[in-house]
């Protein structure tokens, strides 16, 4: 069974950081690709941030150049630096992934419970 843990939200100041962890446990799978989503109170998920088992990144543009998204494949884990936060990145923040089966290498796709982080002005 796989599962995504995410650890690492929080309250912090506006123009603080955070740092978010999402683990896949589990056995029997490769990483694909992982990532991150959030969701705002009342508004719809949006997309954070991506990167693949090789490391090529893609970042949302509200997002380019203070969050960062790395990968330990050793670890089966994913890290999301968040830098000069701001209000507006309040939300829930989701990890997600997509792993390949190692016995049919079937694609599957899955998603951590969330995290809050809170950015006070």
């Known amino acids: 069974q796989v599962q995504l843990v995410e650890s690492g939200g929080g309250l912090v100041q506006a123009g603080g950081s955070l740092r978010l962890s999402c683990a896949a446990s589990g056995s029997g799978f490769s990483i694909n690709s992982m990532g991150w989503y959030r969701q705002a109170p009342g508004k719809q998920r949006e997309w954070v941030a991506h990167?693949?088992?090789?490391?090529?990144?893609s970042y949302a543009d509200s997002v380019k150049g203070r969050f960062t998204i790395s990968i330990d494949n050793a670890k089966n884990k994913i890290y999301l630096q968040m830098d000069s936060l701001k209000p507006e990145d309040t939300a829930v923040y989701y990890c997600?992934?997509?792993?390949?089966?190692?016995?049919?290498?079937?694609?599957?796709?899955?998603w951590g419970q969330g995290t809050q982080v809170t950015v006070s002005s």
């Open positions: 997600n992934a997509y792993l390949r089966t190692l016995w049919n290498s079937d694609l599957r796709h899955y």
């Open positions: 990167i693949s088992s090789g490391g090529s990144t």
